[in-house]
């Protein structure tokens, strides 16, 4: 089997995929502690693999992408010590299926490079590639094929964190559905504009 591992700023992912066939057999989210060891994340991977009666000697390879650059070497050692391989850690300049055409194509995410590959593998080209996470991303991808540029705006989560912290008259809000678009209370309010608001963002965009 092959253990792939996404390390982003909120969470990290880690997925299980059969070495022959395409999809995902099973799949994590733990959060990310940018204070962890080597050991503490030993110990919460050996769990999850326990929970799931899943023996680690069946995992024969391994990928990794991170944002988060204190977690790389961590998490290189981990997937090395699990498979005995080196694991592919996905970067700029891996051998990837287009060209990044920005100025400087390490500034660019993994995790982004990773919603091309999966997009294109998908859909024609070219393309408008959103990731919802910590901050919001759109990604052009070119018919050449090539990532052209990036625009990056705060994720909901983050919004929602910061106007909690800044409007000392709104709850601490949690994401959900409000089934409305005009608030009737402080949640529905919170909720209804940050839903419509990103939800607008990326229709302006990809007209």
């Known amino acids: 089997m092959i253990l792939t591992i996404d390390i982003g700023n909120t969470s990290i992912g880690a997925a ?73 850690v996905i970067s700029a300049s891996s051998s990837l299926p287009f060209v990044i055409d920005t100025e400087d194509p390490s500034e660019v995410g993994t995790d982004l490079l990773c919603d091309v590959i999966g997009a294109m593998n998908k859909y024609p080209l070219p393309l408008a590639v959103f990731s919802l996470g910590t901050a919001t991303a759109c990604i052009v991808v070119s018919k050449k094929p090539a990532v052209e540029g990036v625009l990056i705006t705060p994720g909901v989560n983050t919004s929602l964190r910061s106007l909690s912290r800044n409007a000392d008259a709104l709850p601490d809000i949690d994401i959900d559905h409000p089934g409305v678009l005009i608030g009737r209370n402080g949640h529905e309010v919170s909720i209804a504009v940050h839903i419509a608001g990103h939800g607008g963002e990326g229709s302006v965009l990809v007209i």
């Open 16 to 88: 299980l995929h059969k070495d022959t066939e395409p999809g995902v057999l099973l799949f994590w989210t733990i959060p990310t502690d940018k204070a962890g060891t080597l050991s503490s994340y030993r110990e919460q991977i050996a769990g999850l693999f326990k929970e799931e009666g899943i023996d680690p000697s069946s995992i024969t390879h391994a990928a990794l992408s991170s944002v988060v650059s204190g977690l790389t070497p961590i998490f290189s050692a981990l997937l090395e010590e699990i498979t005995g391989r080196t694991p592919f």
